[in-house]
T-cell receptor, first 111, second 115 residues
């Protein structure tokens, strides 16, 4: 079946450091790929998405590129802020309506 | 305000006592879904619904029931809860746009403890 594997956490970075959170997927067909962010005590919010190969999703300085050849969708940000501290989930939607989420990566940014 | 609401937000119950967690959305979305979130496992889809009276099993449907009698509501029913259903539950909804899937909106979560 379909699945998502993402980098284990937790990740601790200093403010203005570069961030990469790795995500790879296994899927039949052509899934859509997403990154969601969860702040403490809240539900998930969509951060960015990509619906086909080579698409780049971007939002709030974060970006991720749908790489079909490496089945990856790594999340990157050039300069993190304290306010970026949260849990990040990589997810895929298959060609039906089923979603598969990674286990989440906790990010803490220290001043 | 566009939102997904869940009730209750917190629930402590005992094994075998039937319970229902309600979910409602005010965005006229066709699709609704239930997830559970467990440490180290991320979110796993329990059931989803593509429209009124249409429901499908997700990854972990055992021990759960759902119904979709109205477009806005999608209750999650645990007929005989067990301790392994202790978890954080999220309801979500989304609209299938003209160009395909749009954005999935999540509710605030329901923390369930089964003793």
């Amino acid at each position: 079946g379909d699945s998502v594997t993402q980098m284990e956490g937790p990740v601790t970075l200093s403010e203005e450091a570069c961030l990469t959170i790795n995500c790879t997927y296994t899927a039949t067909g052509y899934p859509s790929l997403f990154w969601y962010v969860q702040y403490p005590g809240e539900g998930l919010q969509l951060l960015l998405k990509a619906t086909k190969a080579d698409d780049k999703g971007s939002n709030k300085g974060f970006e991720a590129t749908y790489r079909k050849e490496t089945t990856s969708f790594h999340l990157e940000k050039g300069s993190v802020q304290v306010s970026d501290s949260a849990v990040y989930f990589c997810a895929l939607k298959d060609t039906g309506n089923q979603f598969y989420f990674g286990t989440g990566t906790s990010l803490t940014v220290i001043p | 305000e566009a939102q997904v609401t869940q009730n209750p937000r917190y629930l402590i119950t005992v094994t075998g006592k039937k319970l229902t967690v309600t979910c409602s959305q005010n965005m006229n979305h066709e699709y609704m879904s239930w997830y559970r979130q467990d440490p180290g496992l991320g979110l796993r889809q329990i059931y989803y619904s593509m429209n009124v009276e249409v429901t499908d099993k997700g990854d972990v449907p055992e021990g759960y029931k759902v119904s979709r009698k109205e477009k806005r509501n999608f209750p999650l029913i645990l007929e005989s809860p067990s301790p392994n259903q202790t978890s954080l539950y999220f309801c979500a909804s989304y609209k299938q746009g003209a160009l395909g899937f749009d954005e999935q909106f999540f509710g605030p979560g329901t923390r369930l403890t089964v003793l």
